[in-house]
T-cell receptor, first 110, second 114 residues
Framework: EDKVVQSPLSLVVHEGDTVTLNCSYEVTNFRSLLWYKQEKKAPTFLFMLTSSGIEKKSGRLSSILDKKELFSILNITATQTGDSAVYLCAVGDYGQNFVFGPGTRLSVLP | DGGITQSPKYLFRKEGQNVTLSCEQNLNHDAMYWYRQDPGQGLRLIYYSQIVNDFQKGDIAEGYSVSREKKESFPLTVTSAQKNPTAFYLC?????????????FGSGTRLTVV
């Protein structure tokens, strides 16, 4: 059975800190790994990763995939209160379905 | 603007009642999905449909039903057989051409049983 595990489940930091969120997976016929940010309602897309070792960056956020060790990390540098959200990791196979992890709830305090 | 519209945003249901959650998309996406989200459990797949007039059960389909009579619409009915329906429900869609990029999500419906 496909499985996605995220850690930590919850994290509290102060503004300016750097955080690393982890996602490990067991998926048959891996195709891609996605990171989403969910604030109140609909998750919004952050990154899509398909190849090992290639870092994706968007402003203060970056992510990388290790297909050998079956994990990905999401880094956020110089955190701001607006980064407070649940960060979801999802892994897709060669169907059109994605398996989601439980999410990491990040709280950034001023 | 293209997107997915879910309605209503909030829904209250008495025990024993069936309720239907609406999901409409104008993205011309072939595939549509319903997920349930409970605290600390991420998203769990209820049903999905890859083409009109066809749908498959996800991991937690019991107590739910769907239909896909039009490409744009994928309503979810929460039946009285669903023992613990209070949750946040998300509808999503995806395109064959951009399937690697995952889903576009609606804003969700929060269902509460009173």
């Amino acid at each position: 059975e496909d499985k996605v595990v995220q850690s930590p489940l919850s994290l509290v930091v102060h503004e300016g800190d750097t955080v690393t969120l982890n996602c490990s997976y067991e998926v048959t016929n891996f195709r891609s790994l996605l990171w989403y940010k969910q604030e109140k309602k609909a998750p919004t897309f952050l990154f899509m990763l398909t190849s090992s070792g290639i870092e994706k960056k968007s402003g203060r956020l970056s992510s990388i995939l290790d297909k050998k060790e079956l994990f990905s990390i999401l880094n956020i540098t110089a955190t701001q209160t607006g980064d407070s959200a649940v960060y979801l990791c999802a892994v897709g196979d060669y169907g059109q379905n994605f398996v989601f992890g439980p999410g990491t709830r990040l709280s950034v305090l001023p | 603007d293209g997107g997915i519209t879910q309605s209503p945003k909030y829904l209250f249901r008495k025990e024993g009642q069936n309720v239907t959650l609406s999901c409409e998309q104008n993205l011309n996406h072939d595939a549509m999905y319903w997920y349930r989200q409970d605290p600390g459990q991420g998203l769990r797949l209820i049903y999905y449909s890859q083409i009109v007039n066809d749908f498959q059960k996800g991991d937690i389909a019991e107590g739910y039903s769907v239909s896909r009579e039009k490409k744009e619409s994928f309503p979810l009915t929460v039946t009285s057989a669903q023992k613990n329906p209070t949750a946040f429900y998300l509808c999503a869609s995806s395109s064959d051409l951009r399937v690697n990029y995952g889903y576009t999500f609606g804003s969700g419906t929060r269902l509460t049983v009173v």
